[in-house]
């Protein structure tokens, strides 16, 4: 098993990266997460999935092992292929996908391309065990937050503003505050709404 491929960057788009290793160039794809933690440095270092099928050898790069992890346990549930692992991971970031999988939060899990109500089901049927015990989540922190996340949301939309566009405003304060209360996601989004 390939487990990291360090070298020269010599190709670099949204969905693969080539990378020169002692004179051979590796093609790996990537998630548009990936992609947007690459530095624009000459070397390179990423960590690797390898998948082997009967007609192709596929490689897939990761910036970090946290997101790999993700990835491998997304392709474990039947349904999910590599593609539309990638697609989540391009879609949410590792960290959402993980608290979403967490906390039974199927509309998030639902808004990947490709993904019905009975994949995303199936999906936090199969991992959400796996993912409270692997990465030591408490599951009332987890609810509490987007217990939070969610008041503040139909607050929102009860004051006019389109959910899409709240939703995305809330989420990026939820990261940047994680603890954050109602009242003050609230405020926060009003400022950037």
């Known amino acids: 098993m390939i487990t990291h491929i360090q070298g020269k960057l010599t190709d670099k788009n949204p969905t693969h990266v080539v990378i020169d290793c002692n004179g051979v160039g590796y093609m790996l794809n990537i998630s ?3 992609y947007s933690q690459i530095p ?3 070397y390179l270092k990423l960590y690797t999935h390898l998948q082997v099928k009967e007609d192709s050898h596929t490689l897939y790069g990761f910036s970090s092992l946290a997101e790999r992890e993700i990835f491998r346990l997304l392709i474990s549930v039947s349904g999910i292929g590599a593609s539309i692992a990638r697609t989540m991971l391009s879609s949410l970031t590792p960290k959402q996908i993980r608290e979403g ?3 039974g939060d199927v509309p998030l899990i639902q808004s990947v391309k490709g993904i019905g109500a009975k994949t995303a089901q199936r999906v936090i049927l199969d991992l959400k065990d796996k993912i409270l015990k692997i990465y030591d989540i408490d599951e009332v922190s987890v609810s509490k937050g987007n217990t939070n996340k ?3 949301l139909s607050a929102l939309e009860v004051l006019g503003f389109v959910k899409k566009q709240a939703e995305r405003v809330v989420d990026k304060i ?3 505050q994680p603890d954050a ?3 003050t996601i609230i405020k926060q989004a009003l400022k950037n709404l």
């Open 101 to 103: 999988i967490a906390s």
């Open 181 to 183: 209360d109602v009242e």
């Open 174 to 176: 939820m990261v940047a």
């Open 40 to 42: 624009d440095k000459e």
């Open 32 to 34: 548009l997460h990936t």
């Open 150 to 152: 969610d008041e503040a």
